[in-house]
């Protein structure tokens, strides 16, 4: 079997394109880029590596971001105040919402050019009234990436990233995935993308999916097209009128199609011997799975197959599943183990990919950039093992400030009860707090395709 480093070395070599040159690098990019794993750093040297990166990262944004530096000085906070690993939590935290606060026309893209730290690139918006998805492409010509997902109020949440830090986030949910599902990984392998192609879309947990299409040798598309946020919003059931009847009725028969095809590529590759992975959407997933099932069939891929989840978990308008059970329907019907079938909890705003470890499930936090918190109903720390609302301080979000609260209810320990990686550890069933609308770009995809491919 391939020594760790090594397999390390190998997968930093195909995805080299997403790491900055060494002499360019910041204290974020030596916390994200040096470690081996990021999930093996002992404890002090992670604090160390995150005392450095937050405190760069929050200087920087102090100092580059207008709207983040008065937001600090109405709380009174300044750089010069955080000096030592407990001071992190003073850094004002940017509340859950506010990046979903944005107006219509061309005042949205001025909205998205005063979140933006440091210098915008010229913006070119060729339209006198443009909606979201012009303002989108505009941006992205000019080579900043805004990305989003939303709720089931149909409000989206934007987040505009520079190459740079999107490549960070990339490369970050990809190493995590690759060091977690050790020795799995290998270029030449088959992949399936459970998601909208992230090379035509700006949904966020698909398009952090663009390294897989460097990262593994043959990739296919469950949805190959684009999708913008005007169908979004119909097929939630957010339009009315025969257009939106029509979007409707397209997604029923797209999706009935997608989960035939990948059907047929697990046929096809029953009986080779090249890997295979499945990375996306657990309810499509499902839904192929249960397909399969209603043909009177079962795998047996084995150890040869792995499976990574992300986006949320509500399979119909009224289940949610947990992770675990989804492992065992995927061990049952697919022959794929446990230890290869990994959840991965991440969201549009952050850059922090908390990925299972194979041995417990437990969502392990890659802590070197990355601080977790978890607050009370007043916006307290709470201590470890208490439930609460997630927040998080991220020191690879250059372009905008990445110190924000989140709508998601966790729980945070110490250390994982299964596995010797040092460093804490979310519960791993995630929650929406209370009051808070369901959200996550698989819901988002579920919610589009699942009104008629689950009955
Ligand atoms: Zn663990």
Not at 80 to 104: A, C, M, T
Not at 181 to 206: H, Q, T
Request: a neutral charge; proline letters at 6%; glycine letters at 8%.
């Amino acid at each position: 079997m391939l020594s760790y480093d090594q397999y390390l070395k190998n997968f930093d070599k195909c995805v080299s394109s997403y790491i900055p040159p060494y002499n360019s690098w910041t204290p974020a990019d030596e916390a994200l880029y040096k470690p081996k794993d990021l999930y093996r750093i002992p404890i002090k040297d992670a604090e160390e590596l995150q005392l450095k990166s937050l405190k760069f990262a929050f200087n920087y944004h102090y100092e580059k971001n207008k709207f983040y530096h008065d937001f600090c000085k109405e709380h009174k906070v300044e750089p010069n105040d955080i000096k030592n690993i407990s001071d992190l939590s003073k850094i004002p935290l940017i509340p859950d919402g506010f990046y979903k606060d944005y107006p219509h026309g061309k005042d949205f893209a001025t909205w998205l050019g005063n979140i933006y730290t440091g210098e915008l690139p010229k913006i070119v918006i060729p339209h006198t009234m443009p909606n979201y998805d012009q303002v989108i492409d505009a941006f992205s010509k000019a080579g900043v990436i805004v990305t989003y997902s939303s709720g089931t109020g149909g409000r989206h949440t934007f987040i505009p990233r520079d190459i740079r830090t999107f490549h960070s986030s990339e490369y970050a949910l990809a190493k995590c995935v690759v060091s977690m599902i050790y020795p799995f990984w290998e270029y030449d392998s088959g992949g399936y993308i459970l998601m909208p192609n992230p090379r035509k879309n700006f949904i966020y947990a698909g398009k952090a999916l663009e390294i897989y299409m460097d990262a593994v040798k043959n990739i296919q598309v469950a949805i190959d097209r684009h999708i913008n946020t005007e169908t979004i919003r119909i097929t939630m059931g957010i339009g009315k009128g025969i257009r939106s009847k029509f979007i409707r009725f397209a997604s029923k028969r797209v999706s009935k199609k997608m989960i035939k095809d990948i059907v047929s590529w697990l046929e096809h590759n029953k009986n080779s011997t090249e890997k295979i992975s499945m990375i996306g959407a657990p309810f499509i997933l499902y839904f192929v799975m249960k397909k399969i099932q209603d043909l009177g069939l079962t795998f047996d891929i084995g150890e040869r197959g792995a499976v990574v989840t992300g986006g949320g978990w509500k399979i119909h308008e009224q289940i949610r599943m947990t992770s675990s059970s989804f492992r065992k329907i995927v061990k049952e019907v697919l022959g794929i183990p446990e230890k290869f079938c990994l959840d991965a909890y991440g969201m549009v705003e952050g850059n922090g990919w908390m990925v299972q470890c194979p041995e417990g499930h437990y969502l392990h936090v890659p802590y070197s950039y990355f601080k977790p918190l978890v607050l009370d109903d007043e916006f307290n720390q709470v201590a470890y093992g208490e439930t609460g609302r997630f927040a998080f301080l991220d020191a690879i979000a250059m372009s905008y400030p990445g110190f924000i609260t989140t709508g998601d209810k966790v729980k945070l320990l110490e250390h994982c009860p299964v596995c010797d990686r040092p460093g804490p550890v979310l519960d791993p069933e995630v929650e929406r707090v209370k009051g808070a609308e369901t959200r996550g770009c698989a819901e988002e995809m579920r919610s589009m395709m699942t009104r008629d491919i689950g009955r």
